[in-house]
């Protein structure tokens, strides 16, 4: 998965290599910064639900339950989460584009 983000024209002219390169790409806008904040947000979720499961294992662990008896249990609990985060953010509100902040910051003036 590749994500892309910056004007769109420039996106079209290098869609043929960036094809090369196999996998989906997608581009989310003219804002040069937006590909990185969706980047951002997911690798969030991948690394905070891999500190969640080696959290989980040690837990097992400590009650003598081994990785191999929790898996398909851990399995069954990560299965639910795509249906919940779709609802989820069915039921967020969140504002216009105009009205979003951003995760940038602001640039300072040089000295």
Do not use: C, N
Not at 72 to 100: D, E, K, N, V
Request: aromatic fraction near 6%; charge should be positive; charged fraction near 20%.
């Amino acid at each position: 998965m590749f994500l892309h983000s910056g004007p769109e024209e420039l996106y079209r002219e290098h869609q043929p290599v960036l094809d090369a390169l196999g996998g989906t790409h997608t581009h989310l806008g003219a804002d040069i910064g937006r590909a990185a904040s969706y980047d951002l947000a997911l690798l969030d979720i991948f690394w905070t639900a891999m500190a969640g499961y080696a959290h989980a294992l040690a837990l097992a662990k400590a009650e003598g339950v081994t990785a191999r008896e929790l898996a398909p249990f851990a399995q069954g609990i990560a299965a639910i989460l795509p249906p919940r985060s779709s609802r989820q953010a069915r039921r967020r509100r969140t504002p216009a584009p105009s009205q979003a902040t951003s995760t940038r910051s602001p640039q300072r003036p040089p000295p």
